[in-house]
C-alpha cells in the first residue's frame, strides 16, 4: 500500500520514493555537487554522529549549514548516529555503555564523551537538515526478549525527548530560519512483531513526520519482506515510510510496493569503488514493477583485464550517464588499471545514475496506478 505523497520537504514538493546516496562526512566519495545534479541525485544522507567530530558544529554553522558548505542544492537527511553508538558500543564492547540518559564513549585516560538525543538533534540543526532522525536505541534483531523490549522502551524514550527539544529549537528560531524541517522516529523490536507493533504504536502517539526502520533484518543473505511489509502497515499513511539501510535494486522495488519510499544504502558508491557496475538487462523505462522486483532484471558488470580490456561498448547501453555517454568499458578498465581517481568518479556517477533509473521508472509506474485509481 503506497502512501500519498508528494511530501513537502525543504520547503519544496518532493516526489517520493527518493534514494539517498551515503554522504556519510559531508561528501559522496568522488563526486562533487555538480555531478550528483548530473546523475538526478536530489539528496543525500550525512551522519551526524561523524559530523559533528569533523568538521564539528561550529564550522557547520558559521558554514550556514552543510549544503552550503557542499555546494549541493538538493534535500540533506541526516542520520542520528544510532547505528555507530551500536557498532562502537555494543559489537565492540569496551568503548562506553548505553544509559536511559544517551551513550557514554570512552575516550582513554578517564575521560568521557556524552552523546544523547538532545545533543543529536541540536547538531542536525546545525548541520541544516531537511529531515532529522530521533536518536534510536539499535539492537541486534536477533536479541533476546529483554534487549528487544528495552531497545523499545529507550527508542520511545529517545524519541520523546528528540520531539521535545526539537519543538523547543522550532520555538527559538527566527522566522529567517527556513522551512521547518521534518522530523523522523526509527520503529525498533528486531524480528518480533509484538515489539515491532508496540514501538510503533507508541512513535505515532508521540506523532513524526515520517517513521524508519532499520536494515538488518535479513535472514540466510535476504530480507524479509514479509516483516518489512508488516511494519509498513503499522505507519499512517500520510506520514514517510523511510527503509534505512536497505537496498539491492529488486528490494528497493519491493519494499517501495509496500509502502516504504525513502532508501538510503552505501552499496552503489562502495561497489563502484571496487569495480562492481550495476546495469539493467533491459531498457528500464519498459520495465514492470514484477520485472523490477526480479533480481534477474539487473546484472554486475566486473571490469577485468581479459573482458574489458579491449570491449569499446559504454558500461550500459540502457544508462545516460556521462560515463556510458562519452566513454567505454575499455577506458574505464584502464583508468582502473593505472589506479587514476577518474576510474571512482565514473564508476560513482554510473551506479548512482542507475539507482536513479530505478527510482524514475517506480515513479512513473506509481502515477500511472494512482490516476487509474482514481479512474476508477
Ligand atoms: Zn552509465
Not at 558554514?63 to 542520528?80: T, Y
Amino acid at each position: 500500500m503506497r502512501r500519498t505523497g508528494p511530501f513537502r520537504i525543504g520547503g519544496r514538493h518532493i516526489r517520493l520514493p527518493l534514494f539517498l546516496p551515503d554522504g556519510t562526512m559531508g561528501v559522496v566519495r568522488n563526486l562533487d555537487a555538480a555531478d550528483l545534479q548530473a546523475v538526478g541525485t536530489e539528496a543525500v544522507v550525512v551522519n551526524t554522529y561523524h559530523l559533528m567530530s569533523t568538521p564539528g558544529s561550529e564550522v557547520l554553522k558559521s558554514a550556514g549549514g552543510l549544503k552550503r558548505l557542499m555546494g549541493f542544492e538538493g534535500l540533506v537527511v541526516s542520520d542520528s548516529g544510532g547505528w555507530q553508538c551500536f557498532s562502537l558500543i555494543h559489537r565492540a564492547g569496551s568503548h562506553g555503555k548505553i544509559t536511559d540518559a544517551g551513550v557514554v564513549f570512552r575516550l582513554g585516560g578517564g575521560k568521557n564523551k556524552l552523546f544523547t538525543p538532545e545533543i543529536s538533534v541540536r547538531a542536525q540543526f546545525d548541520i541544516g537538515s531537511d529531515v532529522l532522525v530521533c536518536l534510536d536505541d539499535f539492537t541486534d534483531p536477533a536479541a533476546g526478549e529483554r534487549r528487544l523490549r528495552e531497545s523499545v522502551d529507550r527508542t520511545t524514550l529517545w524519541a520523546r525527548k528528540s520531539r521535545n527539544v526539537f519543538d523547543r529549537i522550532l520555538e527559538e528560531r527566527s522566522e529567517s530560519g527556513g522551512p521547518r524541517p521534518l522530523l523522523l522516529a526509527v520503529i525498533q523490536g528486531g524480528f518480533d512483531r509484538e515489539a515491532r507493533k508496540r514501538s510503533a504504536a507508541e512513535l505515532v502517539e508521540l506523532g513524526f513526520d515520517g517513521y524508519g526502520f532499520g536494515g538488518y533484518i535479513v535472514e540466510n543473505g535476504r530480507i524479509n519482506l514479509d516483516l518489512s511489509a508488516y511494519i509498513a502497515e503499522l505507519i499512517p499513511r500520510d506520514k514517510i515510510g523511510f527503509a534505512l539501510g536497505f537496498g539491492r535494486p529488486w528490494d528497493i522495488a519491493a519494499l517501495w510496493e509496500m509502502g516504504w519510499e525513502m532508501f538510503d544504502c552505501t552499496l552503489p558508491t562502495r561497489d563502484a569503488r571496487h569495480k562492481r557496475l550495476y546495469a539493467f538487462r533491459n531498457d528500464p523505462r519498459g520495465l514492470s514493477l514484477a520485472a523490477l522486483k526480479d533480481p534477474g532484471s539487473y546484472e554486475y558488470l566486473y571490469l577485468r583485464r581479459e573482458k574489458h580490456a579491449k570491449d569499446f561498448d559504454p558500461i550500459s547501453r540502457h544508462c545516460d550517464c556521462p560515463a556510458c555517454a562519452r566513454y567505454s568499458r575499455s577506458y574505464l578498465f584502464h583508468l582502473f588499471d593505472i589506479g587514476d581517481g577518474l576510474a571512482l568518479r565514473l564508476a560513482t556517477l554510473h551506479n548512482l545514475r542507475t539507482y536513479q533509473l530505478l527510482i524514475e521508472r517506480l515513479r512513473t509506474l506509481g502515477a500511472a496506478s494512482s490516476s487509474a485509481g482514481k479512474r476508477e
